[in-house]
């Protein structure tokens, strides 16, 4: 009889290759391995591969997700100023729904019983929330959580025992790294002492600002429809201004980020992000935002992208709430049309200019020259009505009432 088959999320490092001997030795499972490319900084995919080949697996596929990734995962994230907390822009949380997706779509091609996956933290939960809302049928193995190598060591001693070859410098990195397009989230060694400050080696996408440039840079971001589509009038697909945002913005020392965030289990975690493409295209969006989408739309996009982003963060990019949020966010940004100047200088990104076809801004209200077009005299009235209700509990209840006296 022929085996049951999982389909494995594999990266190629060491946790996942131990997972698929361990689907094979212990769950006597045949394998077939999804490597998915977000844009992570990666090099030997085809060695990857071949070394899941070597290790018997059924098949690995390597699949090219960068364009998928941005077009349908970047776009919304920008259309929400997706930040978590107000400071996260979820670099992690968007590319784990993309990889459960594909690997649905594996095991469906294939006729697996089950998934697997090498995450912990968030990421489980984010995973297999994914999965479930995409086939509710289909069952998650995670190894990590049932094997009892507690640590990287006991990892090694176990892909010796078990001649899974163990990549070159396992254990040289001490940060736990997670990178896509999107971003480079840096966890762990050093850094759980959220009073220690970041070392120089934690940083890979972005220069330390004392080492930029001493002369400002500036770029043009063009937006349709709330769509980045050009930088400095080239015409790219998102994947590649992404790229091109990285270098610009990382070449300046912009986008690193130090914070402390609630994970979705309750306890506080200290991350380090480099995200200088992230935080350009969202700087520069929300500057458009500003002239274009009308001002009660806006106040209440504002606190809706704080539910977009925890939705997000928490696992739900498959869920009714995030679908209906994403119904509002598309409507918002029918307008979003135009382009923005920035102004990059030493780990500062500024916004120094912002034109649209649709900009609501009216320099004949807006002037404070005495041609202006806006009725001063309509002011007083204004004023009156507006402050009534103050005006009444001024008199019954306020500082200087009968009332507050006594
Ligand atoms: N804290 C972030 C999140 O939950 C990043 C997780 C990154 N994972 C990692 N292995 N470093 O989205």
Redesign the pocket.
Known sequence: MSKEKVVLAYSGGLDTSVCVKWLQDEKNLDVVCVCGNVGQEETGLDAKKQKALDLGVLDCQVLDLRDEFSDEFLTKAIAANSM?ENK?P????LSRPLLAKKLVEVAHEFGATYVAHG?????QV?FEAAVKALDPELKVIAPVREWDLKCRPDEVAYAHAHNVPVPEGANDNP????DNLWGR????GHLEDPWNEPLDDAWVMTKNPEDTPDTPTYTEIEFEAGKPVAVDGKKMKLSEIVIALNKISGDNGFGRLDLV?D??VGLK?R?C?EVPGALTLITAHKALEDICVEGDLLKTKIKLEQDWATAV?NGQWYSPLKNALDAFMADTQKFVTGTVRLKFFKGNCHVVGRKSPFSLYDYGLATYDRDTTFDEKASAGFIEIDTLSLKTWAKVQGPSSAAAQA
């Open positions: 978590y996260y979820l670099l992690s949380a995450c912990t933290g968030n990421d984010r940060y736990s790294i997670d989230a840096i966890e762990c965030e994970r979705l975690s991350e992000y963060y």
